[in-house]
């Protein structure tokens, strides 16, 4: 107890210390944060102004497409103005709130890639109760309840991280706060806060990948059992994408908080770090206006018109 100070801020891990790279970072991640900042709000304006795209599935990808907008600007930009300014401290409270909102972001994600694979199933396995189910009052529904799940989540995996105190060190090995790279710092024994944590986490992650897993099991003998090769590759078109999303999220994601973690500085740890943090919101919107008819032409309709 001797050893416990109460800290103010934190020291994450930087790229390189020398001045030239520091900048060449700050630029790579401003290339991709642009990238990502355009492709999502580019999806989110071609559907808000294209009334033929007001359905459940277009509605749904708005809001993944602001999530993705949230996740990559709590981690990011903290990233960027560290590099610019050759220092690497973030504050506790910028820290506390750089935890939180990540995980809000996260789960949230995986709670909605869940609720659109429902939304795929309802569409080509019961075509015809698909209005009455999937209507705009359900609809608002399972997105608030996503969005209400996360945040109590969020609020108690957060919460549980940093009750504990911190006296090992202030260095984080990440370029951003990390719950991992945190537990690593505290006094107290921390395993079975942190076990009890992910088992959460990995339960409720569970739940959602067997039942995305489910439903596209149900969606492809429907689909395979179409006669027209057209309409077979139309409803293919719009799973794939969806399909794609979740796995890159969903492994990225378990890697990052189920390997081993060790006590000194990985670059493993980084290149996963920036994989499930940064990768999915620069590909989604690649991903969905690459395999989506409809949102390609949307898009083009947008930049006619600007």
């Not at 202030?170 to 009890?196: A, H, M, R, W």
């Not at 429907?222 to 590759?233: C, G, K």
């Not at 908080?257 to 990985?266: C, D, E, G, W």
């Amino acid at each position: 107890m001797s050893n416990q100070t109460i800290l103010t801020e934190f020291l994450l891990l930087e790229f390189s210390d020398i001045r030239e790279l520091q900048i060449l970072h700050f630029v790579m991640f401003l290339v991709i944060y642009l990238a990502a900042l355009m492709g999502n709000l580019l999806i989110i304006t071609a559907i808000a102004l294209n009334h033929h795209l007001q359905t459940p599935m277009y509605f749904f990808l708005v809001n993944l497409s602001i999530i993705d907008l949230g996740s990559i600007s709590v981690t990011i930009p903290k990233s960027m103005a560290n590099s610019l300014m050759n220092t690497r401290v973030i504050s506790y409270p910028g820290c506390v709130t750089q935890v939180f909102f990540f995980f809000l972001f996260t789960t949230t994600d995986l709670a909605l890639l869940t609720i659109m694979a429902y939304d795929r199933y309802v569409a080509i396995c019961q075509p015809l109760h698909y209005e009455r189910v999937m209507n705009r009052r359900a609809c608002v529904q399972m997105a608030a309840s996503a969005w209400i799940t996360s945040i109590v989540y969020s609020a108690l995996h957060t919460a549980n991280t940093f009750r504990l105190p911190f006296c090992h060190s202030d260095v984080i090995n990440q370029f951003f706060c990390e719950i991992p790279q945190l537990l690593k710092l505290t006094c107290s024994d921390s395993y079975l806060s942190y076990v009890g944590g992910i088992a959460l986490g990995v339960f409720l992650a569970l739940n959602c990948f067997v039942f995305i897993i489910v439903s596209y099991v149900q969606i492809f003998r429907t689909v395979l059992r179409i006669p027209s090769e057209q309409d077979r590759h139309k409803a293919f078109s719009t799973c794939l994408p969806h399909l794609t999303v979740v796995s890159l999220m969903l492994f990225t994601s378990i890697f990052a908080y189920l390997k081993p973690t060790s006590s000194s500085a990985s670059g493993l740890d980084l290149v996963v770090g920036v994989l499930y943090s940064l990768v999915p919101p620069v590909m989604n919107p690649i991903i969905y206006s690459m395999r989506n008819k409809e949102i390609k032409a949307a898009l083009k309709k947008l930049i006619v018109w600007r």
